[in-house]
């Protein structure tokens, strides 16, 4: 049976580039930032490699440098670099169906329409890895389509809504009390 406590390798799903920093579509590698910087570990860029890694005791935190439609590639060369089992991963990414301040944490699920979940199922040639799926849907998107904010700057409000799902990934993984 696969546990939270089990997960070795926490991924943040998001697009490379400036123009994509701090957008909902990034809130996964938004996420990563963010709970580095909370537990006071630096991501760092091994020689010609597509992530930004770091290890907080038992756990790696990455992100991949690289487009949401490429990321199983890469994801898959992490796991290999890190000799670690899909099982292993928690990738932490986007929903435009979940509102802001929720997520949901599944094992074993479809990718729901999710590139960067297609891609990484695709790849590694499985769906038994963690998601935590981060709510970005704002009362302010309520009838958009999500192609239509997804790559907009998150708001301030909404900002802190996330933040909030941070803060609350932090305690999932029981970094507080490492």
């Not at 909370?38 to 992100?63: D, G, H, M, S």
């Not at 440098?65 to 890190?82: A, I, P, R, T, V």
């Not at 907009?152 to 809504?161: I, L």
Request: aromatic share 10%; charged share 25%; with cysteine.
């Amino acid at each position: 049976m696969n546990e939270l406590k089990d997960i070795k390798l926490v991924v943040g799903l998001g697009n490379k580039g400036e123009k994509y920093t701090s957008t909902y579509h990034n809130a996964g590698q938004d996420a990563v930032l963010f709970i580095t910087n909370q537990i006071n570990q630096k991501l760092k860029k091994p020689l010609l490699k597509k992530f930004f890694i770091t290890k907080n005791q038992e756990i790696t935190f990455a992100f991949l440098d690289c487009y949401m439609n490429e990321s199983g590639e890469f994801l898959k060369k992490l796991l290999k670099y890190l000799n670690l089992e899909p099982s292993e991963l928690l990738l932490l990414h986007d929903d435009s169906d979940l509102p802001i301040g929720e997520y949901k944490l599944a094992f074993g699920s479809s990718s729901a329409g999710h590139h960067g979940v297609d891609s990484s199922i695709k790849y590694l040639d499985t769906e038994n890895f963690w998601r935590l799926r981060i709510g970005i849907r704002s009362e302010t998107h309520t009838n958009k389509k999500a192609g239509d904010f997804v790559l907009q700057k998150t708001n301030p409000s909404d900002r802190k809504g996330l933040e909030n799902i941070y803060q609350e990934i932090i305690k999932l993984l029981g970094l507080l009390s490492r």
